[in-house]
């Protein structure tokens, strides 16, 4: 069934030339941001950094492969200047205090979860050098988290493009998932831990996944109830 338009897209404002997004998705993240690109252009840019960051991430993590780690490193570097660009696009823009209110936040948002992404690829390198292992229980439970983060990547990715009552309420019921599947790893973690089932080595590492997964997580909550308050104030007005 297809998802109900919630309101008009309000980085429209911004970005009336973009167009057919959808069909550039796949290698959107090989862009780069900069002073001529479109707000609209450039939030979607960082969000599909942050999807190729997870889907690197994920590699790694299930097949111990980490050449391709400093990849994650570089997308984490652009999204930190990407952040920067934007937000001076928005101050110098002129717009309105109510419609800055809703949009200010995002860029800076995306470069949080990115932030929480590069802390996960500097744990997951560590892991690889000194031949560190989480276990077969963590990493399966490391592997449902990455899926659910991503999972929520990718829709809101998909309601930048087409801002949607039921993509919005995805993320936000997803972040409660993902937030209670964090707190019962961590709790089934200090379990294994004190019956000697986890290589008291890999604790802190694992411990700091499950903190980066979990901020990245409240940031893209933040950003859908954001897009869903713009709505309602649009369908208000």
């Known amino acids: 069934m297809a998802q109900k338009r919630l309101f008009k897209n309000p980085f429209r404002v911004f ?4 167009k057919e997004e959808v069909l550039r998705l796949k290698g959107l993240h090989q862009r780069r941001v900069s002073a001529s690109t479109a707000l609209h252009e450039g939030l979607l840019i960082m969000l599909s950094k942050l999807v190729e960051m997870g889907n690197i991430l994920t590699t790694a993590l299930e097949f111990g492969e980490s050449t391709s780690l400093a990849e994650c490193a570089r ?7 990407e952040e920067r660009i934007l937000t001076n696009y928005l101050v110098s823009a002129g717009v309105s205090a109510d419609e800055m ?17 590069l802390s996960i690829e500097n744990c997951l390198r560590i892991k690889s050098a000194e031949r560190i292992s989480f276990g077969e229980k963590a990493d399966g439970e490391l592997k449902e988290l990455f899926s659910a ?6 829709s809101l990715r998909e309601a930048f493009i087409e801002p949607a009552e039921g993509l919005l309420e995805e993320v936000i019921n997803r972040n409660k998932l993902l937030a209670e599947l964090i707190e019962h790893s961590k709790i089934k973690h200090w379990i294994r831990l004190e019956k000697g089932e986890s290589p008291v080595e890999a604790s802190s590492m694992f411990r700091d996944i499950l903190d980066s997964l979990r901020m990245a997580n409240e940031y893209l909550e933040k950003m859908a109830r954001a897009l869903l308050e713009m709505g309602a104030g649009s369908q208000g007005g």
């Open 75 to 81: 997308l984490a570097a652009e999204l930190l200047e």
């Open 149 to 154: 983060l991503k999972g929520m990547m990718i």
């Open 101 to 117: 209110k809703g949009l200010i936040r995002f860029p800076y948002r995306l470069k949080r979860v990115g932030d929480g992404l």
């Open 15 to 18: 970005s009336p030339d973009v």
